[in-house]
């Protein structure tokens, strides 16, 4: 495969999404940022605040990218569960709205190519979160430092 099939996307960080007591960063992921409408942001949204995972009870801090894969999307939702390991949902929007992606599977995928550039400097910044004492204010740092670029 030559790198014309696999053209860099842009990781464009768009804030803190809140779901009751669960802080998220949130990340569009896509050729052209232009191309993820507000319309299906909010409907990811509205995904996550009905997700059975019921994030609205649990303290916790993460990030979600949505990523634009052609014309669909991937909706990855990712807590820390305020440890050293990545807890991961999955959604796609194959019937028009976001489902769960069932990957009741031995092997299954997990990052691609584009979504690893985030998850690198998420786990380097949750790895910094995780040597302080976990006070508000480096709760808040960690929030605070997102990555934008190519990936």
Same mark, same amino acid.
């Given at each position: ?38 319309e ?46 990545l ?12 489902? *769960?992606? &069932? ?9 691609? *190519?584009?979504e690893? *550039?985030? *998850? ?24 605070? &430092? ?6």
């Amino acid at each position: 495969m030559n790198s014309s099939q696999y053209p860099s996307k842009y990781a464009s960080p768009k804030g803190i999404f809140t779901v009751g007591t669960t802080r998220f960063k949130w990340y569009d992921l896509a050729e052209n940022p232009a191309d993820v409408s507000s319309e299906d942001v909010s409907k990811a949204k509205m995904c996550i605040e009905n997700a059975e995972e019921n994030f609205q009870h649990i303290n916790d801090q993460g990030f979600v990218i949505m990523h634009r894969c052609d014309k669909n999307y991937l909706l990855l939702v990712c807590t820390w569960r305020s440890e050293n390991e990545l807890w991961e949902s999955v959604y796609y929007d194959g019937s028009g709205k976001f489902e *769960v992606w &069932d990957r009741n599977k031995i092997h299954l995928p997990t990052y691609c *190519v584009w979504e690893m *550039v985030i *998850v690198y400097h998420e786990s380097k910044a949750w790895k910094k979160f995780l040597g302080t004492d976990r006070t508000e204010i480096h709760q808040q740092n960690y929030l605070d &430092d997102f990555f934008e670029g190519e990936a």
